[in-house]
């Protein structure tokens, strides 16, 4: 049975050193690249555009000896890209360099305010690719995300970047507020010390004497009390500045998760939409805009007929667009589909249709 077992271990030894042989004189004699295609509604990138990039970078492929070939350097190249999820590269034994990559599967797209971008469910953002074509619905308008037009990556990491950085600016700007401490309390420390100072007549001292003294004090005393109001006021001043610099930074910290939320809602406003097969179908655009108080309000431009739907917040988005089944099933159905050009359902069991 030892023999046995040293016989089959001989075997697996040779068996490996010759296929180390093997692979130290093997090249790579063809590259097979595979997109696999994270959603049926087009393609982000096509096989041809990541042999370009191989290309391009002057990593060694074909005719490169299958050993040598720069695996990890392939996959950080196509890796960077936003819209590539998952990437693996590989030499198979016949020579024939596989890399596959997995696409993210956008939401909707973005074409607000500079923005050209992809975003998925989880709120991962990515510029849209040259010459991509994905068939989700569209976002427009005036909206602004609380991002960088050409960010990519995960939205809430970089929304809670922001908040730390905004976290720490106010930790600072209480720390500029320490000196300015010092100064109020040692101000205090002398207008009280000048309340207590007296002038006592001596014992063989004149009247008149006396009351020149105690007018002197009054003098320096009034003197002083202004130079030490002043420098309060210029205290309180300071202080009044890095306090209202703080408010700032929190009204931005408020903002930047206000948005983010807004965003969220669309993307669950999305979301409802394409689950439904009959809103999937019919709305064809989304335009969103920032109301002056920062809210996130849209409009809908539907398939059928030429109106505009005034949608406003997305609070209750269930509720607003079973009351549009409503209006279309009983209103639009007997008067019309071209019959207005705007249809508003922001208020509460009220649609209000203007010619």
Partial sequence: MALLWAAVGGYLLAAGIAVRRARAVRTVSHVAIEVVDSTSRGHLVSTMRVREWIVRSRIPTIGTAVDTVDLTGIEALIACNGFVE???AYVTYSGELCVEISQREPLLRLLTDGVNSYITTEGYVFVAPRASSLYVPVVTGSYRLPIPADYVGDMRTY?????????HRIVELEREKY?????????????AELARRRVRRGWFESARRFEQRVAELRQ????????????????????????????????????????????MKLLTFV???????????????????????????IDLVPRSGRHTIRFGRLEQPE?????????????????????YRTIDIRYKDQVVCRK
């Fill in 179 to 191: 000196p300015f401490y010092k100064r109020e309390r040692e101000n205090d420390r002398r207008i």
């Fill in 319 to 339: 509720r607003k667009l079973d009351k549009l089944m409503r209006f279309y099933r009983g209103g639009l159905s007997r008067t019309g589909w071209d019959e």
């Fill in 86 to 88: 998952d990437v693996a």
């Fill in 159 to 167: 929304i809670d970047g922001k908040i730390e950085e905004i976290q």
């Fill in 271 to 297: 979301e409802i939409v394409e689950k439904d097969p009959f809103w999937r179908s019919e709305v064809v655009q989304i335009v969103a805009r920032s109301t002056p108080g920062g809210v996130l309000e």
């Fill in 220 to 263: 320096e005393k009034a003197l002083l009390r202004r130079s030490y109001r002043y420098e309060a006021r210029m205290v309180q001043q300071e202080i009044d500045r890095l306090s209202a610099e703080q408010e700032r930074e929190r009204e931005r910290q408020k903002k930047l998760e206000k948005s983010y939320e807004d965003l």
